[in-house]
């Protein structure tokens, strides 16, 4: 999942993951500075779903790849 500037629309390439552990970032194009505090709910949701991706790679590991 990645996410726009909503300033200047140029794609930041940040993940969930990135926003997560720094939730304080500057747009590399327009210098804009954001403020992704991220909810505890969708903390938790993150959380949820990685590890279900996780369960699903182990399930699958040698047959499929996952990059
Ligand atoms: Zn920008």
Known sequence: MAFPCPTCK???GLTLEF???NPLCVCPHCK???NF???EDIIK???QTMS?????KR???GTVKFS
């Open 37 to 39: 505090t991220v909810n």
């Open 52 to 56: 279900e991706i996780e369960k699903i």
């Open 45 to 47: 949701i993150y959380k």
């Open 59 to 61: 399930q699958y590991k």
């Open 10 to 12: 140029n794609p930041l």
């Open 19 to 21: 926003i997560i552990k």
């Open 32 to 34: 804009t500075s954001f």
